[in-house]
């Protein structure tokens, strides 16, 4: 059971240029999501989704773009990369049965990309 | 707004210390969640313990308690005698009105905890 992995873990671009993020869960949980990571500020969202075929935008969506084809993968894209989409990215999910408790959000290692 | 704040960018303690993360958070729903999770130096995020708004007691998980007062929107993460692999960054984070249709986390700046020996 390798939880949630992210694709790449590292990656330098250059402005402009552009680049698929791939998240994989194989938990089959529901709900996935995508965070960035910048010093000083925690982690924002991104997008979400919840379910196959379902995305939505959350706190700071302008310049990405993302694809729920499958349950299990959930890809972030950068269309036009640009120097402020430098920072740690973080995908994670959860299973969204909507009942209360925990239900905590698992998070795979990160990708770090520098824009340059 | 702030959703999440935490005050204390940077802490440190004495190893075996017991030691008080301070969280507040602002919300007008009645039903949320509060979490902490731990960034080691390595970057994964690691869940360390929940508090649901209508739990009646405090949460523990082994040397993490969870010191939530309500009234006064706070969640304090309190870990108990620390240890040198307690260096990290910790964030609060809070869900909101389970929505049954995103079950989304705001988090708050962190806090970066170091130990010393």
């Avoid at chain 1, 992210?6 to 529901?30: I, W, Y």
């Avoid at chain 2, 307690?86 to 708050?108: H, I, Q, V, W």
Wanted: contains cysteine; glycine residues 10%.
């Amino acid at each position: 059971n390798a939880g949630v992995t992210q694709t790449p873990k590292f990656r330098v671009l250059k402005t402009g240029q552009s680049m698929t993020l791939l998240c994989a869960q194989d938990m089959n949980h529901e709900y996935m999501y995508w965070y960035r990571q910048d010093p000083g500020m925690g982690l924002r969202l991104i997008h979400y989704s919840v379910g196959e075929g379902t995305t939505a935008k959350g706190e700071v969506p302008d310049g990405y773009n993302v694809s729920r084809l499958k349950k299990q993968n959930f890809l972030l894209g950068l269309e036009s990369a640009a120097p402020s989409q430098t920072s740690v990215y973080f995908c994670a999910s959860i299973q969204g049965d909507g009942l209360a408790g925990p239900n905590e959000q698992f998070f795979g290692p990160g990708t770090r990309l520098t824009v340059l | 707004a702030q959703k999440i704040t935490q005050t204390q960018p940077g802490m440190f303690v004495q190893e075996k210390e017991a030691v008080t993360l301070d969280c507040t958070y602002d919300t007008s729903d009645p039903s949320y969640g509060l979490f902490w999770y731990k960034q080691p130096s390595s970057g994964e995020m690691i869940f360390l313990i929940y508090q649901g708004s209508y739990d009646q007691q405090n949460a523990t998980e082994g040397r993490y308690s969870l010191n939530f007062q309500k009234a006064r929107k706070s969640a304090n993460l309190v870990i108990s005698a620390s240890q040198l692999g307690d260096s990290a960054m910790y964030f609060c984070a809070m869900r909101e009105a389970p929505n049954f249709g995103n079950e989304k986390l705001t988090f708050g700046t962190g806090t970066r905890l170091t130990i010393i020996p």
